[in-house]
């Protein structure tokens, strides 16, 4: 059994990238390892036409802007583009095509059971993200279906749905975005089940993307940035109860962030798609409605999200109530979505770091770069007692 003194990355996504350039700023030895031949896998299997939910200005790594002909919203095969050729400048160290099985507590750091055997790591990162575990619901009578049953994760391309019958189960980002590119081929119309409501917001307010107006006001006074948002915030399509799409009441959370842009409501006005409730029964070839209607059925796709990928952690951890791990307590300011006093390392397990998972404020894109400079720091604090940074610019990406 080897002593490692380098920390292990474990995955080679967008984070796990992000993570290998924070360490290599800070001179801290390291090794990245991913099952998968290829740097950010999960984002080379994705259908193509996916878009990403947050704009050019704060997705992109440090360095490297998004080429001019992404435009403000880069489509996944864009982004996967963008990293291979991000990493094809950089001299990472990753090892592609070996799997981690376990991890765990020794008595000097992590045990970590590899394909490539079993090693003592002083400090490890969990770098695995939350698109490579896809979550089914239960849906009650599911098994007495006889058609296709899939997941959103294993959806490639909407033409292979030519003229069939599809419900998609969800209404998410992923949700909507298959509904409306199903309208285009599949069976009219196609079925959207909900059971939360959606807030339909506009790409665009006032001409820019949120993130635009983000980026613009950066040097605002707050009280005028708090008004620009509370004004933002307000700005909705009103109609779309009226077009049968269920939308939130008083008080109620959506299933998922306000959705930007038209398009669900007019393959919904067009008849191309119809919002329902999400079924109570299934027959072999129908899905039951809770007003007992039956929808004839080829296809049901379950767009109904994912967990974070930590099946090979084998040691106990908190989890909140979306199964996302509790985090260590820190001394960090408050930044953009980033709770205070709050660190990457997972609670109570010293030496264990996780990142990729957390979306609040600019988006997942932009909080990879930030997570992995403050794990870097918590590192750097692990190995040389160093004392914290005074400011949390020291930590945010150069744009």
């Known amino acids: 059994m080897e002593q490692r003194d380098e920390v292990l990355v474990i995955g080679a996504g967008p984070?796990?990238?992000?993570?290998?350039?924070?360490?290599?700023?800070?001179?801290?030895?390291?090794?990245?390892?991913?099952?998968?031949?290829?740097?950010?896998?999960?984002?080379?299997?994705?259908?193509?036409?996916?878009?990403?939910?947050?704009?050019?200005?704060?997705?992109?790594?440090?360095?490297?802007?998004?080429?001019?002909?992404?435009?403000?919203?880069?489509?996944?095969?864009?982004?996967?583009?963008?990293?291979?050729?991000?990493?094809?400048k950089h001299d990472f160290n990753i090892r592609h095509g070996v799997e981690v099985q376990r991890v765990a507590r020794a008595q000097t750091g992590w045990l970590v059971d590899s394909s490539e055997g079993i090693g003592i790591w002083r400090a490890v990162i969990l770098a695995t993200g939350r698109f490579g575990n896809p979550w089914t619901a239960r849906l009650a009578g599911i098994e007495r279906f006889a058609g296709q049953v899939l997941h959103s994760a294993d959806f490639r391309d909407e033409a292979d749905f030519g003229g069939q019958r599809v419900m998609v189960v969800g209404n998410g980002p992923s949700g909507m975005d298959l509904v409306v590119a199903l309208a285009m081929t599949a069976h009219k119309p196609v079925y959207l089940a909900q059971r939360t409501g959606i807030v339909l917001k506009p790409r665009y307010p006032w001409g820019l993307p949120k993130h635009g107006w983000m980026l613009l006001t950066e040097k605002w006074p707050n009280r005028l940035t708090r008004w620009l948002e509370r004004r933002m915030l307000a700005l909705e399509y009103r109609d779309v109860a009226a077009s049968g799409i269920k939308v939130p009441g008083p008080g109620e959370m959506t299933?998922?962030?306000?959705?930007?842009?038209?398009?669900?409501?007019?393959?919904?006005?067009?008849?191309?798609?119809?919002?329902?409730?999400?079924?109570?029964?299934?027959?072999?070839?129908?899905?039951?409605?809770?007003?007992?209607?039956?929808?004839?059925?080829?296809?049901?796709?379950?767009?109904?999200?994912?967990?974070?990928?930590?099946?090979?952690?084998?040691?106990?951890?908190?989890?909140?109530?979306q199964g996302l791990p509790l985090r260590e307590a820190r001394d960090f300011p408050v930044y953009e979505g980033y709770l205070p006093h709050t660190g990457y390392q997972l609670r109570g397990q010293p030496g264990l770091y996780v990142t990729g998972i957390f979306y609040k404020g600019r988006g997942a894109m932009y909080n990879f770069v930030v997570e992995a400079r403050i794990i870097a720091q918590q590192i750097e604090e692990q190995f040389r007692e160093r004392a914290p940074a005074e400011t949390f610019a020291d930590l945010t990406p150069a744009l």
């Open 255 to 321: 299933g998922a962030a306000g959705t930007r842009g038209p398009e669900l409501l007019q393959a919904v006005r067009s008849g191309r798609a119809q919002a329902v409730d999400v079924p109570v029964d299934f027959t072999r070839d129908a899905a039951v409605m809770p007003d007992g209607r039956h929808l004839p059925l080829d296809t049901l796709i379950l767009a109904t999200g994912y967990r974070p990928v930590l099946g090979y952690l084998d040691v106990d951890h908190d989890v909140d109530e």
């Open 15 to 88: 984070a796990g990238i992000a993570c290998a350039l924070a360490l290599e700023e800070a001179g801290i030895d390291y090794v990245v390892m991913d099952r998968e031949t290829v740097v950010g896998s999960t984002w080379d299997r994705l259908y193509p036409s996916l878009k990403l939910n947050t704009s050019r200005f704060y997705s992109h790594m440090p360095g490297k802007r998004f080429p001019l002909h992404f435009g403000i919203y880069a489509s996944a095969r864009q982004y996967h583009d963008y990293l291979l050729d991000y990493v094809s």
